[in-house]
């Protein structure tokens, strides 16, 4: 999906200003995200019309109020990193429109951070809510990935859990200073490096000039 996203990911980025991205104005003291500062992250996302995969769009209202949620939960505090979540489940997704792996098709990779499906255990296993129902699915990916995919709440939430749970100090400290290095190291963890990176310039210019 990476090779066919860039291009999507790069048009969506032409769009952007400074001044719409400056970081300070993403969330406020709650960590909570308008639908329209999501569209223009995201512009796809203000509708879910001609979606490509059946219940898998989401609308930037949704994407909104699930992601707020999922940094409070969590605690994301810092704008750079919040920049880099939702940059990253943007592209990931293609602004919200899937939240399961099509291309190539990797069974039980998913959720809107397109996860792995060792990721998506570990994540599905820390909450408290699916404890009853996760062992029964733990070995089978695809089912996994759907028990996380059935609630907004968890499937826009894997962002976060990842950056606060899988990421070292000094991985979040070199992203919280906005700096590429900071960057490369948290999406190399991600395991898509080799696409983003090679936009790296780009994602400097508008997104973390301001920071």
Request: charged content about 20%; aromatic content about 10%.
């Amino acid at each position: 999906m990476h090779s066919i996203l860039a291009i999507s990911l790069v048009l969506s980025l032409a769009l952007f200003s400074t001044a719409a991205l400056n970081p300070c104005s993403f969330a406020t003291n709650d960590m909570s995200l308008t639908e329209a500062q999501l569209i223009q992250i995201a512009p796809q996302s203000k509708s879910c019309d001609d979606a490509p995969a059946k219940g898998e769009c989401a609308t930037a209202k949704t994407a909104a109020d699930s992601i707020s949620q999922s940094f409070n939960t969590y605690n994301v505090t810092n704008k750079a990193e919040q920049v880099a979540i939702l940059s990253l489940m943007a592209f990931e997704s293609n602004d919200f429109k899937y939240n399961k792996n099509h291309f190539p098709g990797i069974l039980g990779q998913g959720t809107r951070n397109m996860q792995s499906p060792a990721f998506n255990k570990k994540y599905a296993k820390s909450i408290p809510e699916l404890k009853s129902r996760f062992y029964f699915v733990e070995n089978i990916p695809a089912d996994l990935l759907d028990l996380l995919r059935e609630n907004k709440t968890y499937d826009f939430g894997s962002g976060a859990w990842f950056l606060t749970t899988q990421c070292s100090k000094e991985v979040r400290s070199a992203l919280q200073d906005g700096s590429e290095k900071g960057w490369k190291n948290y999406i190399t963890i991600r395991g898509v490096s080799g696409v983003i990176c090679c936009i790296w310039l780009l994602v400097e210019s508008v997104i973390w000039v301001s920071i």
